[in-house]
């Protein structure tokens, strides 16, 4: 199975040197989908306010396959 490296940036950058087999394009895109919805349950709504954080999906060629960004923003009661 091809593998594919999910660095991540948030207050500092996490290289990601192991990587992870996938099957595919498309199932590398959907493990970060899920290790994005993982990292906001686990940091909680009041930790993600204010915060950018990024993955970046690539394959192993070093091609960049996926961005996934997240910022957290409190917006005004209307």
Not at 39 to 46: K, L, S, V
């Amino acid at each position: 199975m091809p593998k594919y490296f999910f660095h991540v940036t948030a207050d500092q950058h996490c290289h990601d040197i192991n990587g992870s087999e996938c099957s595919d394009d498309d199932d590398a895109v959907k493990q970060a989908l899920l290790a994005g919805t993982e990292m906001i349950r686990d940091f909680g709504r009041r930790s993600m306010i204010g915060q950018v954080w990024e993955m970046l999906v690539q394959d192993d060629d070093g091609r960049n396959i996926f961005t996934l960004s997240l910022k957290g923003t409190v917006l005004a009661a209307a």
